[in-house]
């Protein structure tokens, strides 16, 4: 079975300061590691993805995250937040299902950014 | 391009009355769809996904329901709406291999049950 967990529901950080958003898996199989992010009242926007490739994986919008085997994590960062960071980031992980991979999130972390 | 259209934006409905919800994706053939359901504190849920025309899955027991008319239409749907089922609905497709490139949502409906 796979699942993520995301560390922290809220997440407070000022103008400027480092953005690190929390994500361990469990998985059975090599995982495949995803987040998104989603603005309010908004769909779900993919920000990178990890496909066995390179462990670390550049996304959009200046984020950035690490793939550790060792510490089955999968954290997000952005070396400065910007005001427009605020919104909620998802941690994702693919699960096998009929015919399909379906993908098991996270409950989300809310980012907050304090001019 | 791969779009995906999903409608209405906002509902609100009282209890008892029926739903559809209805989901389109343009610019590819075959799609993967899901149905995925976010309510305040509980994350996303995943509801219902297809494979197929006529064939759909289940993961939650709930009073919602699935169709797959059309190879890139996918449609929610309720005989009676509880207040529970208030919450964002999010339609969602992917490639047959989703586990390499991930799901590409539509926008959401924010459904109100009163």
């Known amino acids: 079975a796979q699942s993520v967990t995301q560390l922290g529901s809220h997440v407070s950080v000022s103008e400027g300061a480092l953005v690190l958003l929390r994500c361990n898996y469990s998985s059975s199989v090599p995982p495949y590691l995803f987040w998104y992010v989603q603005y309010p009242n908004q769909g779900l926007q993919l920000l990178l993805k990890y496909t066995s490739a390179a462990t670390l994986v550049k996304g959009i919008n200046g984020f950035e995250a690490e793939f550790k085997k060792s510490e089955t994590s999968f954290h997000l960062t952005k070396p400065s937040a910007h005001m427009s960071d605020a919104a909620e980031y998802f941690c994702a992980v693919t699960r096998p299902g009929a015919g399909s991979y379906q993908l098991t999130f996270g409950k989300g972390t809310k980012l907050s950014v304090i001019p | ?114």
């Open chain 2, 1 to 114: 391009s791969q779009t995906i259209h999903q409608w209405p934006a906002t509902l609100v409905q009282p209890v008892g009355s029926p739903l559809s919800l209805e989901c389109t994706v343009e610019g590819t053939s075959n799609p993967n769809l899901y149905w995925y359901r976010q309510a305040a504190g509980r994350g996303l849920q995943l509801l219902f996904y297809s494979v197929g025309i006529g064939q759909i899955s289940s993961e939650v027991p709930q009073n919602l329901s699935a169709s797959r008319p059309q190879d890139r239409q996918f449609i929610l749907s309720s005989k009676k709406l509880l207040l529970s089922d208030s919450g964002f609905y999010l339609c969602a497709w992917s490639t047959r291999d989703g586990r390499s490139y991930g799901y590409t949502f539509g926008s959401g409906t924010r459904l109100t049950v009163v």
